[in-house]
């Protein structure tokens, strides 16, 4: 079934991004359509009445969120299939992703209303391709389950997917999903990226182990870990420990690791990368 989003007559459901931190990072298109619907449904009414005001947008605002969506849809329905034009964001970011929205999304396509997506910031694909790690193929995660034993159980069922994988995560449960994550993944690459578009931005790259050293505790933030490799997967060992390096891991540990995932000896191949670099 086709539906076109351009009709203008119709009802509507938009789905709206919203900055992930800093407020400069809303769309055009974005403040156009949040003035011009009948109703914006929000996560948080006070969060996004920050937002809104500062863009001069006096749209109907009212919530919908994780707790109230089962009662509300059915609203939110009626109201579309009256063929008002209503846009639904949340405190941050794609609506949606790790946020409330999936629900009215269905409800619309099954009684032939458009939606269209109005795209902008998202966490976790912002932090992938400042990660360094293979932006592709990838996986979105979003949050693991706040139980330790959920947790594991989650874990252990991502735990051979070569795709690097997208995270979300608290700042008062990273270390134990850090520690859970070395337990079941290994000590894989990592990426934490903090507060992204904030004043106070930054990238945490190296193993687990690394990063646990000296983890950040406060903040928002995603974690980006690399995929599954198997042992001897890897082509070219000298690339392998070249990339370990401009991830940040000091040469020695690179060298490990890499003899470690090839089955090699580690003092072996260490004479030859040297060689390989010295032939460079
Ligand atoms: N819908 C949002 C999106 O599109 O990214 C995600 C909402 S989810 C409830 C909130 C989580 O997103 C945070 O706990 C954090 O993991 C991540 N997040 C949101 N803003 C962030 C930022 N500025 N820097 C790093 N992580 C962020």
């Not at 959920?150 to 795709?163: A, D, F, P, W």
């Amino acid at each position: 079934m086709k539906i076109r989003s351009f009709d203008v007559d119709k009802a509507i459901l938009y789905l709206v991004a919203t900055p992930i931190g800093n407020l400069k990072d809303m769309t055009f298109r974005a403040i156009e359509i949040l003035q011009s619907v009948d109703k914006i449904y929000a996560e948080d009414t006070r969060t996004s009445g920050v937002l809104l005001s500062h863009y001069d947008i006096h749209t109907k605002l009212e919530s919908y969120h994780e707790y109230n969506q089962d009662l509300k849809s059915d609203q939110v329905l009626k109201e579309l299939q009256s063929g008002m034009k209503l846009a639904i964001i949340s405190d941050a970011g794609l609506p949606v992703i790790s946020d409330p929205g999936y629900k009215l999304v269905t409800l619309a396509i099954e009684n032939g209303i458009a939606v269209s997506t109005i795209p902008g910031a998202s966490a976790g694909i912002s932090a992938l391709i400042a990660s360094g790690l293979a932006p592709m193929p990838y996986t979105f995660y979003g949050f693991l389950d706040a139980k330790h034993t959920k947790r594991i159980k989650e874990l252990e069922e991502v735990k051979y997917l070569s795709h690097t994988i997208i995270f979300y995560e608290a700042p008062h449960r990273i270390a134990e999903t850090l520690k859970d994550m070395l337990d079941v993944l290994g000590n894989r690459h990592i990426v934490l990226a903090r507060e992204l578009t904030k004043t106070f931005e930054e990238y945490s790259r190296g193993t687990i182990e690394e990063i646990l050293v000296d983890l950040p505790l406060k903040g928002e933030m995603v974690l980006i870990v690399e995929g599954y490799k198997e042992a001897g997967q890897i082509d070219n060992p000298f690339q392998k420990i070249d990339e370990l390096i401009s991830l940040g891991t000091k040469p020695n540990e690179a060298i490990k690791e890499v003899a470690k995932l090839t089955n090699s000896n580690r003092s072996e191949l260490y004479k030859k990368y040297l060689q390989y670099k010295n032939e460079q």
